[in-house]
């Protein structure tokens, strides 16, 4: 499957998106700056923090931009309907255009995307069939690198010992009084927020609901399907391979439902 860019004009989720990257921004070049480094070059802390910490933001960053500018799973103008899935088609009522059942009307997208799960101002762009992998590993990714922020944080405050090289007077009352207190109320913020928006997520991907389904009442009778959390993962992901489910930078391909799932890795 190629990569397609895909670009929402919307003010509003630039202006969401904006913020995001600035929160990431933030702590990206901030934490580094006045913990991570100095400590690491005093012998507080292994080089292996340091790394971590930064393929973290990496990561984070890389799904975010995967996220917001992937085709999430917009239906062609014409789309061809193979004679055997007729029966699953429907005409949408809005652009009057067919599409599969489970798929949806984007009103601030202007166009149908197939298994729409919501429309995420925060990344300005839907999340559907083609990137919901993106947009769970982007919940991950930054539960990830909010709690590595926090813990910094509090080690800076309670842990670590007093580096030798800064006058620590000065230090705590233009940085730790202002800057990191930020980043810990940030970090906050965000981790409680992905954690719950992760677990909601993958309550869904394991029951096979969208969020639009949940708030119309669908029962899981009626769209729900029974099926391990491997092969659920798997079908989002577009492959069988669990470690590639952490990887931003590739390509998803969809799996074939009637093949059975079995363990790679």
Request: contains cysteine.
């Amino acid at each position: 499957m190629k990569l397609r860019l895909h670009f929402v004009v919307d003010p509003m989720g630039w202006l969401c998106i904006s913020m995001v990257f600035g929160i990431w921004l933030y702590n990206t070049f901030f934490i580094p700056t006045l913990v991570l480094l100095p400590h690491y070059n005093e012998g507080h802390i292994p080089w292996a923090t340091v790394v971590c910490y930064y393929m973290a933001s990496g990561l984070c960053i890389a799904a975010l931009v995967r996220a917001s500018t992937a085709d999430p799973g917009r239906l062609p103008v014409d789309p061809h309907i193979p004679h055997s899935e007729r029966e699953h088609w429907e005409l949408c009522n809005k652009c009057n255009l067919m599409r599969p059942k489970r798929s949806h009307h984007c009103s601030r997208c202007g166009h149908c995307v197939r298994r729409m799960d919501h429309h995420c101002p925060w990344i300005n762009n839907c999340v559907g069939e083609d990137n919901h992998w993106l947009f769970l590993q982007l919940c991950f990714y930054a539960q990830v690198l909010s709690l590595f922020t926090l813990v910094l944080d509090f080690c800076q405050y309670y842990y670590f010992q007093p580096l030798t090289g800064l006058d620590q007077e000065k230090f705590t009352t233009r940085h730790e009084l202002a800057l990191l207190r930020v980043s810990a109320l940030m970090g906050v913020v965000m981790f409680g927020g992905m954690t719950s928006l992760f677990y909601t997520q993958m309550t869904g991907i394991l029951s096979d609901t969208t969020t639009i389904e949940k708030m119309a009442q669908f029962s899981n009778e009626i769209y729900g399907s029974k099926k391990s959390w491997q092969w659920a993962l798997a079908e989002v992901c577009g492959t069988r391979w669990k470690l590639l489910w952490l990887i931003p930078l590739r390509s998803r391909q969809p799996l074939q439902s009637s093949h059975h799932f079995r363990t790679h890795v």
